[in-house]
């Protein structure tokens, strides 16, 4: 009896293929690298799930599974908070849980034991200061890799998730440290690393005259605006710091709230236009509002972030309450191009491939110690958000940024993640 009837095709892969940074790297040989792993709070979705887990566990994307050429030796969690994970995954996967930092880095005993260290000082239980930062501690963390570096007489790749520091004078410290013991530091979010759709990359050179990025104030977060604007901020500097000339520094930063941010658009310091290019890439927003008037009476209440670049360009960073949710978009007008080129970072749920391009970034530091951009990406942005702090304190004034503005530094081509 013949099946031909009853046999099919299956689905065939994606086509190209997903490229991942590592596949520009030699085959890995001998053992795998070790890590430590220093975290603030490990849960399930955390920051610490989405980095320190793919290094232990490996990660899936659309067509391929990738194991690191890295393993979790050891692990420090901060605070054990209700839905803790962290133990479950030391024991699962027998990885020795330490009581401080130095430890987790020694092993218990008396020099740097490891080959790389993942700091993720994200989430946990933090007090907030008057100005609205929550205090993360991020530099007694830093500092605490860095003394045992300094005894060891031996350093190693650190990565530092998001921003170095809610305080400019601790993030100097920490890129201090980097410069004059000389280790590979990278730092950041995964925001730059998501799906982008439309596709869109600017390559050195590109001739900006105005951009824009957007992200709204999340509520569930203990203070919306600090959180989100450093988010916001990182996915406008990973595109403007390929305009032309490269990165050169930023000399003042405003944040407006509200009626103001209107009054900044009217004054032709930002662009509805792109605001409302940027919101038209996310599915299911509905119509989009078109024109200052429209704009403003669909979302009353934003919160903008006005960054003057030493250069002369202006960027600009919208926080919305009303637009959309847990989105970002961004837009830009580039000379010569009749309309706005915009674009929105996918945030595939639950699979989280931002996160894995992000870890897999963080893999080839570990093994070549060469980041994959440069950390004054994130240096820069740490103090833009710091000064935006102040403005916001100050009563939204202009605020003057005199350490900023010599800050420059090249940035390295986009990373593409299909096969041409």
Known sequence: MSHTNHVAASQPLPCPPVVLPTDALDAPQGPKLRIAAITTAYYKYSHADDIITKFIEGYGLVSRVHLPHCEVVSLYVEQFVDSDIGRGMAAKYEIPLYDNVAEALTMGGETLAVDGVLLVGEHGEFPVNERKQKLYPRRRLFEDIVNVFRQSDRCVPVFNDKHLSYSWDDAEWMYQQTRELGFPLMAGSSVPHAWRLPPLAFCPGVQL?????????????????????????????????????????????????????????????????????AVETIPGTGPVPSGLADLQTRDPDPVLVLVEYADGFRGAAYLTRSLLEDEFCFAARVQGVEQPLATRCHMVKPHRDHFSFFCNHIEVMFRTGRTSYPVERTYLVTGILAAAADSRAGGQQRVETPHLAELGYQPVPEATYAAQ
């Open 209 to 277: 005259e105005d951009a824009l990025s957007v992200y709204y104030v999340p509520a569930h977060v203990e203070d919306g605006v600090d959180y989100a604007a450093y988010h916001t901020l990182e996915t406008l500097q990973t595109f403007v710091e390929h305009r032309a000339g490269g990165e050169v520094g930023v000399r003042a930063v405003q944040l407006l709230e509200g009626a103001a941010v209107w009054r900044a658009a009217q004054a032709g310091l930002w662009s509805p236009e792109l605001l409302t290019a």
